[in-house]
């Protein structure tokens, strides 16, 4: 079974510029995240969706942040305009659901973002 | 806010050597706890998870964790580490029930084990 796809797993850019990243996540799992990973740092939460509805993006900043999951299936974050400070990490997660041990994330590679 | 504390930022042992580390958390609700672990160069991973009944679960290589819901902690352990345990381990906790789907994740731990 193919685990969690994410692209591209390394993204340098300027200042100002956009930037997208896809995810693709384990068949028949409804639930996916979007993580941001700063070094030495744990994952935190930006937005969970819940098949195609976003059902917690409280943490995701939306003044230059977008997300959206067509279909329920396959996600893409965007950043517009990118800032220095949003180099990081960026991990896709998705699990069966959200209830006992549907619960359980399984994480992609990561999305490795350098601004300059 | 849910928070998880890692007290050990950078754990150095031995091969052979035995391993805890801490992992607490502010919840005091219904909590789902996970550890994963991310060896160098891969991505984070499994490693063993609590949901409800024995407080004593048991994860893949070896390593185990005790949830003690009256200190709410979930201390990963190992008898004895080996060199390819050399990773980083981060502690996450799920709340139970209203928001099931919200996870926190502490800072992680670095563990560097010597040969």
């Known amino acids: 079974e193919a685990g969690v796809v994410q692209s591209p797993r390394y993204k340098i850019i300027e200042k100002k510029q956009p930037v997208a990243f896809w995810c693709n996540p384990i068949?028949?799992?409804?639930?996916l995240y979007w993580y941001l990973q700063n070094l030495g740092q744990g994952p935190e939460l930006l937005i969970r969706?819940?098949?195609?509805?976003?059902?917690?993006d409280s943490q995701l900043p939306k003044d230059r942040f977008s997300a959206e999951r067509l279909k329920g299936v396959d996600s893409t974050l965007k950043i517009q305009p990118a800032e220095l400070g949003d180099s990081a990490v960026y991990l896709c997660?998705?699990?069966?659901?959200?209830?006992?041990?549907?619960?359980?994330?399984?994480f992609g590679p990561g999305t490795r973002l350098t601004v300059l | 806010a849910q928070s998880v504390s890692q007290h050990n930022h950078h754990v150095i042992l031995s091969e052979a050597a035995s391993l805890e580390l801490g992992c607490n958390y502010s919840?005091?609700?219904?909590?789902?706890l996970f550890w994963y672990v991310q060896y160098p160069g891969q991505h984070l991973q499994l490693l063993l998870k609590?949901?409800?009944?024995?407080?004593l679960v048991k994860g893949i290589k070896g390593f185990e964790a005790e949830f003690i819901k009256s200190k709410f902690s979930f201390n990963l352990r190992k008898p004895s580490v080996q060199w390819s345990d050399t990773a980083e381990y981060f502690c996450?906790?799920?709340?139970?029930?209203?928001?099931?789907?919200?996870?926190?994740f502490g800072d992680g731990t670095t563990l560097t084990v010597k040969p």
């Open positions: 969706y819940e098949n195609e509805e976003a059902v917690d």
């Open positions: 996450a906790v799920n709340e139970g029930n209203t928001n099931a789907g919200k996870s926190t």
């Open positions: 919840y005091g609700g219904t909590v789902n």
């Open positions: 997660a998705s699990s069966l659901g959200t209830s006992g041990s549907y619960n359980e994330q399984f």
């Open positions: 068949s028949g799992h409804n639930t």
């Open positions: 609590y949901f409800s009944g024995d407080p």
